[in-house]
């Protein structure tokens, strides 16, 4: 009964996380017609995906939701301070049943490729099983770290074990028991799943490029009369949230580092240290991402904690990082550099000698062999572009979105919600927003009621078309550099500098203004009849 309408379709959105179950619910509510299709059999997106074992926010529980539902707020109680993988994959899909979102989703469908038609003035999108769509809008809410990199080491085909990125994680139970497992890199992934694994395998063998910063999560239950305080008091939390700089209500201290003796920071980094949490270090001070001064004051903290957790100072020394703090995505853990004590962890350097090959059976390194059952790649995601340019998505001329942003090397948005050039398409949590660098929850939420809001606009006022004007996406691409610029986070290659993929040049893609004052950029945008796009009619009046 789908396939009948889908000529008509006034929105496709492609991905069902929590950015695509928004849109959905917020257009569907507005009247449009409009579909999902999801590569997954299910809802969740991020959390469908990323099953690995020890996964979890590392946002806190209470601010990784929705907020636009208070009767959704209060139907649901996390159980902890960062909830784990299946509990949020269970309120995604608690969402769903809710607001009865499944009947305009259609699961097991990638859309291959999207072409801007200018004569019908619609979207022609192809899926993986040949049916063809067209749609008025589209709408991409593919994330951005759903394309997972599996590196290209020489000899992997060969491998005979078991092998599993943790991006895309098996949804059958993975067994460690008895096997010699290795672990390849030490990002956020790795660090939550190298303590659970380290529990279970007969042997862990960690292969580590850059040795990180990391700091305790300090995980709890929460406390049901902490839960009723929370929930009491949401509205003045959502409006924090919203007006903060991350998406979590928390400010940085006032305060330089440098104005504090050594003793008096030792003691603020110890706090904050004790406390845990993700951002308790980063926001002690004000200046920890500004100054490589302010910022090796904290480094050093970190590394000399390392030291002390670390019983075998071998083992220590290389576990101790050496750049910027924060300008790789902090990480927060649950007893990660512990784990080095157990007997059955080996950690090797492959920075100095890195991994030449992989055998049948075997991990080849410059200097030394590893026997491995199992190989767990944790080496993380072509960020932000990655996932957009799985599709063959085409605009004005036929020109392609990879084409027009240089293979990644150098995107070009407004807002980083449209492009020019691609009229009627919309990215959620699109390159140069703030999305990663933020609470994903509360910049999905900004966006999708944003993008609603102009899809609404554009009915009442009979407009069909958007398109990004190039000035203003010249204007705000410029800004974003200028935003990175001064600060430390473009001196690191991370995923945040497209650094972590081959071929991809080094550019600070996401915007680090801070979420309440984007979106006070977005919504004066929208109060200036949306400055910046260039909004027309169209000569077919919008399908509703
Ligand atoms: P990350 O943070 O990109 O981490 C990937 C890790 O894999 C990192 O330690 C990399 O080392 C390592 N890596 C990548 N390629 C290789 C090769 N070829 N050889 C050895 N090691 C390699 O991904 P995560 O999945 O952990 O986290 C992604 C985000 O998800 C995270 O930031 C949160 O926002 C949630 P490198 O540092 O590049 O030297």
Same mark, same amino acid.
């Given at each position: 009964q789908k396939s009948n309408s889908f000529n008509e379709l006034d929105a496709v959105i492609v991905g069902a996380g929590f950015s695509g179950l928004y849109m959905l619910y917020r257009l569907r509510e507005a009247g449009f017609s409009t579909c999902v299709f999801e590569a997954g059999d299910n809802v969740g997106g991020t959390w469908y995906w990323n099953r690995y074992p020890g996964a979890r926010c590392d946002v806190e529980s209470i601010y990784y939701n929705y907020t636009f539902s208070d009767e959704l707020l209060k139907e649901w109680t996390w159980s902890s301070k960062y909830a784990e993988q299946p509990e949020i994959l269970s309120y995604i899909n608690f969402v769903a049943d809710k607001f009865d979102l499944r009947r305009d989703?259609? =699961?097991?469908? *990638?859309?291959?490729?999207?072409?801007?038609?200018?004569?019908?003035?619609?979207?022609?999108?192809?899926?993986?099983?040949?049916?063809?769509?067209?749609? *008025?809008? =589209? $709408?991409?809410?593919?994330?951005?770290?759903?394309?997972?990199?599996? &590196? !290209?080491? !020489?000899?992997?085909?060969n491998f005979k074990g078991e092998w599993y990125h943790t991006g895309r994680w098996p949804h059958e139970k993975v067994e460690f028991k008895g096997? *010699?497992?290795?672990?390849?890199?030490?990002?956020?992934?790795?660090?939550?799943?190298? &303590?659970?694994?380290a529990k279970e395998a007969e042997h862990l063998t960690v292969f580590q490029r850059t040795p990180q910063y990391s700091t305790p999560a300090r995980n709890q239950l929460n406390d049901p009369e902490y839960t009723r305080q929370i929930r009491e008091n949401y509205s003045e939390i959502r409006n924090q949230m919203r007006s903060s700089l991350t998406g979590i209500p928390a400010v940085p201290r006032d305060r330089s580092a440098l104005d504090d003796t050594a003793e008096e920071r030792r003691r603020t980094f110890e706090a904050a240290w004790e406390k845990g949490g993700l951002l308790t270090i980063s926001y002690s001070y004000n200046d920890l991402s500004l100054t490589p001064e302010a910022n090796e004051t904290v480094a050093e903290f970190i590394r000399s904690k390392i030291r002390e957790v670390v019983k075998d100072q071998e083992v220590a020394e290389k576990l101790l990082p050496s750049f910027y703090y924060g300008t790789k995505r902090p990480i927060i853990d649950t007893d990660y550099f512990e784990t080095y004590n157990r007997e059955n962890v080996t950690l090797v350097d492959v920075k100095k000698a890195p991994i030449e090959e992989i055998t049948s059976t075997v991990v080849k390194t410059a200097d030394a062999e590893y026997e491995l059952d199992m190989i767990v790649f944790a080496t993380g995601f072509d960020a932000m572009t990655g996932p957009l340019f799985k599709m063959d998505i085409r605009g004005r001329d036929g020109v392609s979105l990879k084409e027009k942003w240089d293979g990644g090397s150098q995107t070009r948005t407004y807002l980083g919600i449209g492009t020019a050039g691609f009229p009627n398409m919309f990215m959620l949590t699109g390159p140069e927003s703030p999305s990663v660098l933020s609470n994903m929850m509360v910049s999905i939420e900004q966006h999708?009621?944003?993008?609603?809001?102009?899809?609404?606009? #554009? %009915?009442?006022?009979?407009?069909?078309? $958007?398109?990004?004007?190039?000035?203003?996406?010249?204007?705000? +691409?410029?800004?974003? *550099?200028?935003?990175?610029? &001064? +600060?430390?986070?473009?001196?690191?290659?991370?995923?945040? #500098?497209?650094?972590?993929?081959?071929?991809?040049? %080094?550019?600070?893609?996401?915007?680090?203004?801070?979420?309440?004052?984007?979106?006070? $950029?977005?919504?004066?945008?929208?109060? !200036?009849?949306y400055e910046g796009f260039i909004l027309k009619a169209s000569e077919e009046s919008v399908v509703n």
């Open positions: 989703i259609q =699961f097991k469908t *990638r859309v291959n490729s999207a072409q801007f038609d200018e004569e019908k003035n619609r979207w022609d999108i192809q899926l993986n099983n040949g049916q063809k769509v067209s749609a *008025r809008y =589209f $709408i991409t809410a593919v994330g951005c770290l759903s394309a997972s990199n599996v &590196p !290209k080491f !020489k000899g992997l085909e096997k *010699r497992v290795g672990v390849i890199g030490t990002g956020s992934s790795g660090i939550q799943s190298i &303590p659970v694994i999708v009621e944003w993008v609603s809001d102009c899809i609404i606009y #554009m %009915r009442d006022n009979n407009k069909g078309i $958007i398109e990004v004007n190039e000035e203003a996406e010249n204007a705000w +691409t410029k800004h974003c *550099r200028e935003v990175a610029e &001064p +600060t430390l986070y473009v001196k690191t290659d991370s995923w945040y #500098m497209g650094a972590n993929i081959e071929g991809k040049s %080094r550019g600070f893609q996401i915007y680090l203004g801070g979420v309440g004052p984007y979106r006070q $950029i977005c919504d004066e945008v929208a109060e !200036k009849g």
